[in-house]
């Protein structure tokens, strides 16, 4: 199985930072990476998926970035409605399908 | 607009059973992957189950002979059959769509229900 690790787990930020959530897989998985953000008592909503390409409907200021086993995802000035959980997902060999632990993005 | 509406979820003893449904809308349901996906309180996410277009279907070693995912395209309906329930059971449940790249290759979870909490307890 794909093992995912993100870092950091928490994170503290101010509005207006520019802020970056890495992710690494145990292997390989091209571009199969996905980004989720959830916030609490809600359900995961898509952020990006195929590693870069921005979901319908969310903001430009979140963009996602690389491929092979080096991830990251970067919001460019923190607004106060982006305080919430990230999380990354591989879907490149599944299953089963693997997440990783999330980062906790706080003031 | 797409909606995806579990229900089913409560307090369960543990070796119990429980069944799960998910209710679709808003888009052609047997033309979709469909996943279970589930948060224990305070945790990340876990993946639950599959169910291919096909009806093929795939679970993690976990639940594995213990669940079982089915679907009925004809009530648009997703259902999470769980038996020999323990306490790391406990979660919340999400009814997941899938989704494909422009390639057909990569797929994502575009929509999410608003999740049913199971709870597994004496």
């Known amino acids: 199985d794909i093992q995912m690790t993100q870092s950091p787990s928490s994170l503290s930020a101010s509005v207006g930072d520019r802020v970056t959530i890495t992710c690494r897989s145990s292997?390989?998985?091209?571009?199969?990476l996905n980004w989720y953000q959830q916030k609490p008592g809600k359900a995961p909503k898509l952020l990006i998926y195929?590693?870069?390409s921005l979901q319908s409907g969310v903001p430009s200021r979140f963009s996602g970035s690389g491929s092979g086993t080096d991830f990251t995802l970067t919001i460019s000035s923190l607004q106060p409605e982006d305080f919430a959980t990230y999380y990354c997902?591989?879907?490149?060999?599944?299953?089963?399908?693997?997440f990783g632990g999330g980062t906790k993005v706080e003031i | 607009e797409v909606q995806l509406v579990e229900s089913g979820g409560t307090l369960v003893q543990p070796g119990g059973s429980l069944r799960l449904s998910c209710v679709a809308s808003?888009?052609?349901?047997?033309?979709?992957?469909m996943h279970w996906v589930r948060q224990a309180p305070g945790k990340g996410l876990e993946w639950v189950s599959t169910?291919?277009?096909?009806?093929?279907?795939y679970y993690p070693g976990s639940v594995k002979g213990r669940f079982s995912i089915s679907r009925e395209n004809a009530k648009n309906s997703l259902y999470l059959q769980m038996h020999s329930l323990r306490a790391g059971d406990t979660a919340v449940y999400y009814c997941?769509?899938?989704?494909?790249?422009?390639?057909?290759?990569?797929?994502?979870?575009?929509?999410w229900g608003q999740g049913t909490l199971v709870t597994v307890s004496s």
């Open positions: 997941v769509r899938a989704n494909f790249d422009i390639r057909g290759y990569i797929f994502y979870f575009d929509f």
């Open positions: 808003g888009f052609t349901f047997s033309d979709y992957d």
């Open positions: 169910i291919g277009t096909a009806g093929d279907t």
């Open positions: 292997q390989t998985i091209r571009n199969y």
């Open positions: 195929a590693a870069s």
């Open positions: 997902q591989q879907s490149y060999s599944t299953p089963p399908v693997t």
